[in-house]
């Protein structure tokens, strides 16, 4: 929600004023400068927040006389990003929405019933599940925009209610209170083009996706055949990208920066920003299917930017976006649609012609039956007929299959010109037989021309006649005979081609099945070495567990030797302690000896200690 005190007067120095001013209200001279004065506080956006705030507060409290004089350096200063507490004004002041009529009805549109109201509940939970603002069943996001909803469904009724609408009713009433976001949303309906995306025809995204298209077959020639050979269509990736303005694609941080740009500049920056999504990703979705490149586009490309939207933007502004091409494009597409629904229109006509026929001819059960008869007929000849073209590509797929070696590549090229000759000199046969046959009907003319005037010549000449016409009936028998011969020949010969194609697959199956034998040959060889080493490597490891344990068995007896030798030396130092004590005794009674006999029981004691020492 806005601050109310955002359009008066921001406390700031005279000084600071005054150079807020000269940079939106510039001279003629600078009017071609930025919107901030070189000299000022204000001049680079990026040293500091509070030179942002006051440069933007300058522009919304002198809308009017910025947006006529500085149009372009707004846009400019949009593309860097509105700051977060003046998007819900500034989005009103770029689309017109402050002061709108409408505002006034919304409260009674709430009190009305929608047709729409059953569809705009069940998606309610889907529009930003993930935000606290809409979340929760029942909340106070999801009531607001569900009266959003509504409320223009029953504004607009030919419209109503489209899925999608919903999530730029979401980020408006993220910014901004419930009548404010209804007014918004009723300008961008109707002045950005959104209003034709969301008709039952959407005849405007049909549109949208081909400019789209033929952006990316002009810029992007070897992914537009990618596209293609996938049968990848632009709406199966594009469409919520016109429909929502990314919403749906990207985090909010950085739609919203997309939707600042749209505010100002409309869907040119949907394509651009598509278009640049689609460079930066040319190299990893050449290298993918269908379902990869939907998995790209669907968990990929969204956290490419999490970082920010500037490289995004700036790459977006790379693109070539051209005005006029994108104009006569829409001529053409339109032109498209008309020439099929003239022609849908011809359709119609002619079935309601054949309707009309029907009735006045007063065709009988019988003719209906006929007619159905003849579509089941129709219908399986088109089965059949896909059938035998499915086989056919398949043989084509088989013939078209490498061959792993040069002497089948060898072998077929000499069937091949075998089978060339023997074509030839088929096509050789069939002009001679041609020949005769025109031979033929030149004599058979002649003939009737002669016979004519047979009952005018004497019985001499008819003789001759018959035996003339003896001569050309056996000719013309020999004819057909020759050319049954030449047909059976031909027969033969194909038989004799398709034998030798037989046989040469034959010939290559069983030098197959021999290499295969011998492959498994070698295959059985090698695994009985392995199995051999398998073996002896087992052997070798059960010596070695036998060697381990007498080690181990070793180890214990010197432990055990080890300890029974300490134990030894333990009881003789007892004993030397009972002597060194028994020393002390006799010391006490003999002083001259003891004091030799106690160091001599103490070397001894530390002699047999090093010993257990060195034992341990």
Known sequence: FFLPSLFAPLPISQKTDSKSLRSVNGSRRNSGSSLVSSSSASSNLSHLEEDSWI????????????????????????????????????WQLLCSAQSMPIKDQYSELLKMTSPCEKLIRRDIARTYPEHNFFKEKDSLGQEVLFNVMKAYSLVDREVGYCQGSAFIVGLLLMQMPEEEAFCVFVKLMQDYRLRELFKPSMAELGLCMYQFECMIQEHLPELFVHFQSQSFHTSMYASSWFLTIFLTTFPLPIATRIFDIFMSEGLEIVFRVGLALLQMNQAELMQLDMEGMLQHFQKVIPHQFDGGPDKLIQAAYQVKYNSKKMKKLEKE????????????????????????????????????????????QARLSEAESQCALKEMQDKVLDIEKPFPDENNIARLQEELIAVKLREAEAIMGLKELRQQ????????????ARTTGRWKDPPKKNAVNELQDELMTIRLREAETQAEIREIKQRMMEMETQNQINSNHLRRAEQEVISLHEKVQYLSAQNKGLLTQLSEAKRKQAEIECKNKEEVMAVRLREADSIAAVAELQQHIAELEIQKEEGKLQGQLNKSDSNQYIRELKDQIAELNHEVSDKF
């Open 55 to 90: 440069l933007w507060g300058r522009i919304v409290n002198e809308w009017e006389d910025v947006r006529k004089k500085k149009e372009k350096q707004v846009k400019e200063l949009v593309r860097k990003g509105i700051p977060h507490h003046f998007r819900a004004i500034v």
């Open 333 to 376: 597409y339109t032109t498209i649609k008309t020439k099929e629904m003239e022609e849908q229109v011809e359709i119609k006509v002619s079935i309601s012609g054949l309707l009309e026929h029907k009735c006045n001819s007063n065709y009988n059960e019988d003719f209906v039956l006929q007619l159905e008869k003849e579509l089941v």
């Open 437 to 448: 046959v025109k031979d033929l009907e030149e004599h058979w003319q002649r003939h009737l």
